[in-house]
């Protein structure tokens, strides 16, 4: 993909889990605008079918470009491996996705024992299931679905014993593998890395691909001059909901938090 001279970044999730990855986009490029579209309404995507995905990705990316965004950020595993290249086909728009970061594990794992945390979308898609073959065909990968994780991340308080508890699940069956690398690959679960990172203990190292896909953008986009710092977050579920959890995040320059259902 070229180079873009671009002032304004779209991004976009089933729900709060892209905000992973808005996070490190605006720590690596502070000085771009942002527009962040959570479709807290309809997630978990991974209950729907791939006609229906489509057609709420379509409505959010066109509402992103009528908002200025000259470049979409697809935060959200699931779509990306499902759908990312019909959106390519469909938008003249610069889009950059996101796949579960199963190659720098393989490289970083030392006892190559891998654990993967995904959506059972993710983990049954080609893309998915190709990265592997190519990038971690030496390596025992032990993938366990999330099951019940996005919509607990979505509307279970982050310090809540509940959500510890269904973490525990997940981080003691990986535990018990003897992995020594987990891959978070949806973009929910890192918004709650520490719990994971707390109950596996140092021995264990904890990955995304938020930071990938900064880096991507940041290459992507040499040139930011003229470009005004700003996030505006809107949400189909419930701003005041949305605007508590981004109070954790810490974000810079933010302008407004709306509900609004496309
Ligand atoms: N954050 C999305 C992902 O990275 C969650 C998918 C879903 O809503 O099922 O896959």
Redesign the pocket.
């Known amino acids: 993909m070229a180079a873009v001279s671009t002032k304004h970044i779209g991004v976009f999730?089933?729900?709060v889990?892209?905000l992973s990855v808005l996070k490190a986009l605006q720590s690596r490029r502070p000085e771009m605008r942002y527009t962040y579209f959570a479709d807290s309404l309809h997630?978990?995507?991974?209950?729907l079918d791939s006609k229906t995905l489509l057609v709420y990705s379509e409505r959010i990316v066109s509402f992103l470009q009528s908002q200025g965004a000259e470049l979409i950020v697809v935060?959200?595993?699931?779509?990306t491996t499902e759908l990312i290249g019909e959106l390519r086909s469909r938008f003249k728009l610069p889009f950059v996705g996101?796949e579960p970061a199963v190659k720098p594990a393989a490289v970083q794992s030392l006892n190559k024992r891998i654990g993967v945390l995904?959506?059972q979308?993710?983990l049954k898609s080609a893309g998915y299931r190709s990265t592997c073959q190519l990038y971690a065909s030496d390596v025992t990968l032990v993938e366990r679905v999330g099951a019940g994780l996005?919509e607990a991340i979505e509307h279970l308080p982050w310090t809540s014993k509940e959500l510890r508890a269904q973490i525990k699940y997940f981080t003691d069956e990986f535990r018990l593998h003897d992995i020594d690398t987990l891959v978070l690959?949806?973009?929910?679960y890192p918004l709650v890395e520490s719990l994971f990172c707390e109950l596996l203990g140092e021995s264990v190292k904890v990955l995304s691909a938020a930071e990938a896909v900064a880096k991507r953008v940041e290459q992507l986009t040499p040139n930011t001059q003229g470009s005004q710092s700003e996030l505006r977050l809107y949400t189909s579920g419930s701003a005041e909901h949305l605007a508590q959890l981004v109070e954790r995040l810490s974000f810079t320059q933010l302008k407004s938090v709306s509900r609004l259902e496309l």
């Open positions: 999730d089933s729900g889990g892209g997630a978990p995507y991974g209950s935060a959200c595993n699931t779509l996101i995904a959506t979308r993710t996005v690959g949806c973009t929910h």
